[in-house]
């Protein structure tokens, strides 16, 4: 069983939560695969879930073209043992996000996450739907309509609630979203017990060479 957990940040209208359910609903479609959901307020509670999760999949709303303030909270406490321990290192990372503008300037903040899980080692993995509304041909129904590959971006109108905004179509690139982590991540983990290699890595173990680390630095 890999465990893939979800955490996220959604303080306005619980759109970015619609979402986060629906990644979660995609991962426990696969077999074997089981996700969690974290709120942003509950990781402290979650730690070890976290630490014990083959995947994590970031989320927040698009708040003045970034990240949330809880959600970079969140990261910044990475920052300690996290980083340094490189406690998750070659965990399966991904991202998502909503914002009321078509733009709203969201790929900003997937690229943010995409940074975050660089700093940790973890292995970013991309929204691979074909990106729709294209063409003349296209419509507000197609999958990835927002045409997205860095993570999933959905829009929701800012006067409408989370029963209807984000609408159907970004729900159904979320929880296909899911489906793809919970393959890859399965994928991943399986490779990795059966081709296991010694850890690569400098300055593991070895605290006389490894950098300071901010416990030390304070
Ligand atoms: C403080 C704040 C800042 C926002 N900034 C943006 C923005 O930069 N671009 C945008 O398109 N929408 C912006 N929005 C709209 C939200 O991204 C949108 O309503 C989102 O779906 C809210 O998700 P949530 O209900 O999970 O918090 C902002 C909303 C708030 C409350």
Redesign the pocket.
Known sequence: MVNISIV????????????ANSIASGINSIKNASGHLVHVDKVEENWSLLHGSQAIVFG???????V?GKFKLFVEKLAGEVWLKRMWKNKIASGF??????????LNCLNQMFIFASQMAMIWVPQPILGGHYSSEGSENDLNRIGGYVGVM?????DES?EI??PQSDRETARLHGVHIGCITSQFVCGQSSMPFEDEAPFEGDVEQRPLGLAELF
């Open positions: 996220y940040d959604s303080n306005f209208k619980g759109q970015t939560e619609v979402l927040s709303p698009t708040y003045i073209g970034s949330s996000t909503v914002s009321a503008g078509r733009s709203g300037d969201k959905a829009q929701a109108n800012i989370c905004a984000p």
